[in-house]
C-alpha cells in the first residue's frame, strides 16, 4: 500500500475523534490530486472557416486526455471522439471513433475521415472532402473519457456556385475556348466537373449539355435529358468532345468582392439608361456572375434587372407565386419561348448595380 495515502487517512481518521475540523477540507482536496478532471478539446480557431466549392478541409480538434488515475494497476480508459455537424437546430453526427472502430454516418461515406487520430491521440482532426453549399455549419468537435465530457466549436461556410450560361444568339453556340472566354467576360471561370458534381448533390438540375468536361446534371430524369444514365438521375457525360462542337457552358464564381445593389428612382429603365445610371452612382452594372453570388448568399427579389451582358435576371430564395415557379435559383427573361435570345435593349426594367470593395452584398427596389 501507498504510505503516504496511510498517513493521510490516518489524519483524517485521529482529526475525525478529536472533533477537530480545521484542516479537513485541506487535506481532502489535496487527497485525489490525480482526479481532478484534466481531459480538455480546442478547435484552435476564432473565426469562421471559409472554404470553396468541391474543395476538401481539415477542421482541426487538439485533444489533451486526462490520465485518470496515476496509478499504475489503473484499467487505462479508451476516449470516445465524435464529431458532429449543427444547421438548423438540428446537430447530426457525422463519425464516432473510439479506439481502432470507426462509424461513419452513410451520408458521409467517403466524405469524413479522421486522418491522423489512431497514430496521434491528441490530434482528432476532421477531413471533409468535397464540399458543397449544404456543408456549410457549425461543426463540434466532441471527446468522452471516462465521466468526462469536453468539446469544442467552429463554423464553417463553403462559397461559390455553379451556374448554366447562354449565348445571347441563342442554344448551344459556344466552341470550348468561346465558352471559357464566356465566363471570364461575366466575372466568372469555366466551371470543373468535381463543382458541378458538388452543386448536382445540392439539388442543382439543368437540362443543357454545357462545356467543362462536357457534362450537364439532372435530378429527375425526364424525356428529352436522358443522356448516358439510361434514364437515372446524375451529371451525364458525353466523353471526349471535339473543341469546336457547339454547347452552353457551366460557370463558377466564389468572390466578387463589392457590392450588388440599386437605389430608389421612379420608373424602370432601357439598357443603356441601365448603364448610364449605375456609372452616375460611382459604380457599373452588375455581372451574371455578381448576380449569382449574391444570390447564393442570400439575395432575394422578384424583380427582373439589367446586368452588363444585356440579360435580365432576378434572384429567389423562397418560391412564390409569380415569381419564376416552384424551384429557387436565379430567373431569366428571355425574348423567345424556347428560352432563348435577350430581350430587346429598348425594353424597361429594373437594374442590379455593382461597386467594388465592399463585402455586403445587397440589392434595393425600383419603384
Known sequence: RDPVRHRIVMLIRDALRSGSMIHFSFLFINFFPDEVEQLHVSIPHSGPVVAPLSSSISIPCVVSL????????????????????ISGGVETQILVVRGHKVKVNEAYRDRAALLNYTSFPDDASLWLGDLRSSDSAHYRCEVQQGLEDASDLMELKVKGVVFHYRDALGRYAFT??????????????????????AAYYDGYEQCDAGWLADQYPIQVPREGCYGDMDGQPGVRNYGTMDPDDLFDVYCYVDEINGEVFHDFIPQHLTFNEAQSYCRATGAELATTA??????????????????SDGSVRYPIITPRERCGGALPGVKTLYQFSNQTGFPETSSLHDVYCFKGDNRTVYWRLLL
Request: net charge neutral; with cysteine; glycine share 4%.
Open 66 to 85: 486526462s490520465p485518470i488515475s496515476n496509478s499504475t494497476s489503473a484499467t487505462p480508459v479508451i476516449p470516445r471522439v465524435k464529431w458532429s455537424v
Open 176 to 197: 470550348f475556348h468561346q465558352a471559357q472566354r464566356a465566363c471570364e467576360a461575366i466575372g466568372a471561370r469555366i466551371a470543373t466537373a468535381d463543382q458541378l458534381l
Open 290 to 307: 455578381q448576380l449569382y453570388l449574391a444570390w447564393s448568399e442570400g439575395l432575394d427579389h422578384c424583380s427582373p434587372g439589367w446586368l
